[in-house]
């Protein structure tokens, strides 16, 4: 496999929305897109079930998706005690959305960029004692830009992504969490991660709320990032843009890497199939993606896999 494709919909796609999927579909679902050949999904967030009723079953949903072979089950939390309850669930990675906007951070999940990192070292260090096997990861909130402070400066970017590493975390993690991003950004700001960090450079997750999205992914692929998160239908990801698709798509995420020559591990037969499910779950839901309406170009043939 060339590129890693994390799919966060079920995370950052079903918490951006009103509606509920029920516990079941959500199995169904998480189910369909392992069988596509995806090894990396986030199942969910640990997150108070009055402010994000969509997430209350996280811990039952971390624990069917344990079951599914191959699997690496992602879980996000926003501080330390939901962290404690991602690690009894069991899941092999957990992610922690550090805002590298402290008015954001404050916004999102009412913490000062001290409080935050104070958290990240417990978090850790919890990890380190207890569950030495499960991955800690830091995603960079606003790392491009942000609807509430406006321009990120990329020196904060870096300085927070120091610290998150000297705090002990597995993986950085740069997001464009409101769409604001442009490739030769994009580029530039991973270049310097990894400058920065090293090997601890990691993921980019980008949204497509203007229309940006996968010429991000191929300015990310110029910089050396292998990891992309992803939704199935682009859905969620965008709550600051009404009527704007948020995350880049699964879809058409796995069709340009492929086209690229880059194997993905993904088969977009079954990928296709999963996105059945998640419109059983969610009928009349708005999904995405433009080779889910145009379908695959003729003689169109994956990359490789690697024997």
Not at 83 to 107: M, N, R, Y
Not at 165 to 178: F, K, P, R, S, Y
Request: aromatic fraction near 4%; glycine fraction near 10%.
């Amino acid at each position: 496999m060339d590129i890693l494709i994390s799919e966060v919909g079920p995370r950052d796609g079903l918490q951006s929305l009103k509606r509920i999927m029920p516990t079941a579909d959500k199995h169904r679902w998480i189910a369909a897109l392992a069988a596509s050949g995806l090894a990396e999904i986030e199942v969910g967030s640990f997150v108070s079930p009055r402010a994000l009723p969509q997430m209350a079953d996280c811990a039952e949903v971390v624990k069917e998706a344990l079951k599914l072979p191959g699997l690496r089950v992602v879980a996000l939390v926003p501080n330390l005690k939901y962290a404690e309850l991602a690690f009894a669930a069991g899941a092999h990675v957990i992610t922690i959305p550090v805002s590298v906007s402290e008015p954001h951070s404050i916004s999102n999940i009412r913490k000062t960029h001290a409080e935050i990192i104070a958290d990240v070292r417990a978090i850790v260090a919890l990890r380190n004692a207890r569950f030495p096997a499960t991955k800690v990861d830091a995603g960079l909130s606003t790392a491009f830009g942000c609807t509430i402070q406006g321009v990120v400066a990329e020196d904060d970017v870096l300085r927070m992504a120091a610290t998150m590493a000297e705090c002990g975390v597995d993986t950085v993690n740069l997001a464009d969490t409101v769409g604001y991003a442009n490739p030769a950004q994009v580029k530039r700001l991973f270049t310097r991660l990894r400058q920065e960090v090293g090997a601890r450079s990691g993921a980019a997750h980008l949204h497509n709320t203007r229309g940006q999205g996968l010429a991000n992914v191929v300015a990310a692929l110029d910089a050396g990032v292998t990891t992309f998160d992803s939704s199935q239908g682009g859905i969620g990801g965008c709550p600051y843009a009404p009527g704007a698709t948020g995350n880049i798509v699964t879809e058409d995420l796995v069709f340009l890497l492929e086209s690229m020559g880059l194997s993905t591990g993904v088969d977009l037969d079954r990928l296709m199939a999963a996105r059945a499910v998640l419109s059983d779950a969610l009928p009349g839901e708005t999904l995405y993606g433009y080779v889910p309406q145009a379908g695959l170009p003729k003689g169109f043939a994956p990359a490789r896999r690697a024997a």
